[in-house]
């Protein structure tokens, strides 16, 4: 299932970095993008809902579907998959972990500095003065407004056609600079700037590893490439490493 290769460059590297995305999410109940969506927002597709314009022309309807994934996720439990990356960062001597998810999963299975590319659900921002808010008044008038300036407030995510945090990505880019095994899982691999972080890795010289439902043995740069459940491929591999562990 695992193969020895794989194995081996686990057991052998100094520094592992792991890019993760909607996938990794998919057995705790969150539809990814691909997903069709489904009731009341079967009609429209992420790639609308999530950018700056849907925003400007209809704040409500945008902020909605933020508030219905903000449910989903609250009721969600992280899976087997997210729980493996947890303990993997415990037993290797580097670890950097890089998500596009946006659902607070990875934190809540107990990763403890995952990189969110794409910001965080969990957090609204003043979209004139970008001013961070954890908790905020979700009252009759929605999107809920800035209490200091009274613009609206925003999901904390980043939006297509909007630039990621730049200390995040320049964290993302160091990693994958510097690992010597990237693991990419449970993303589609076509949102830059993200998608271009594993072809950075193999580019300098790094093993890496793709575990997607619908791997494509594909493109340059996957040197291996499992077909599969992340929450049940990552127990596995990271398996190999614990204790007991077949040598
Ligand atoms: C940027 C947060 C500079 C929000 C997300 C034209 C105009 C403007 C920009 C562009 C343009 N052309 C290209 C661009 C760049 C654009 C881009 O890449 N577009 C793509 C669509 C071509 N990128 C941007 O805009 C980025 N910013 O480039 O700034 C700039 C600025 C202006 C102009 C030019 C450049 C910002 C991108 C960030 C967007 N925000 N999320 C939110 O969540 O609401 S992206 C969002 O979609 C996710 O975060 C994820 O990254 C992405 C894809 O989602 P999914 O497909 O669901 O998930 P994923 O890809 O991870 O696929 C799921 C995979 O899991 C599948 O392969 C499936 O088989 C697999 N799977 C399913 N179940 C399992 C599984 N695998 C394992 N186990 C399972 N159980």
């Known amino acids: 299932m695992i193969p020895e290769g794989l194995i081996a460059a686990l ?57 219905w994934r903000r449910r989903l996720v609250a009721e969600a439990e992280p899976n087997a998959g997210h729980y ?14 890089i998500t596009q998810n946006v659902d607070g999963l990875h934190r809540r299975a ?24 954890d908790t905020w008044d979700e009252g009759d008038e929605l999107p809920p407004r800035c209490p200091a300036c009274g613009a609206y407030l925003r999901p904390d995510v980043v939006w297509f056609g909007e630039l990621l945090p730049q200390a995040a990505l320049a964290r993302a880019w160091e990693a994958a600079r510097s690992c010597d095994l990237f693991l990419s ?18 580019g300098k010289g790094a093993a890496v590893a793709v575990i997607n439902l619908d791997v494509r043995p594909s493109a340059e740069g996957q040197l291996f490439y499992l077909h599969g459940k992340s929450g049940e ?3 596995l591999l990271v398996g190999s490493l614990e204790p007991g562990a077949e040598p």
């Open 233 to 235: 491929l990552l127990p």
């Open 185 to 202: 899982v449970g993303t589609s691999g076509l949102v830059e700037p993200a998608a271009s972080l594993p072809r950075l890795a193999y």
């Open 84 to 97: 493996a990356l947890a303990r993997l960062e415990r037993l290797v001597p580097r670890f950097t972990l």
């Open 110 to 133: 107990g990763s403890t500095d995952p990189i969110e590319l794409h910001g965080s659900l969990a957090r609204a921002r003043c979209s004139a003065e970008d001013t961070l808010y």
């Open 11 to 67: 057991r052998a590297a100094r520094h592992v970095a792991v890019l993760t995305g909607a996938g990794v999410s998919a057995e705790s109940g969150i539809p990814t993008f691909r997903d069709a969506q489904t009731g009341l927002w079967a009609r429209y597709s992420p790639e609308e809902l999530a950018s700056p314009e849907a925003f400007r022309r209809n704040p409500k309807l945008v902020w909605e579907w933020y508030a």
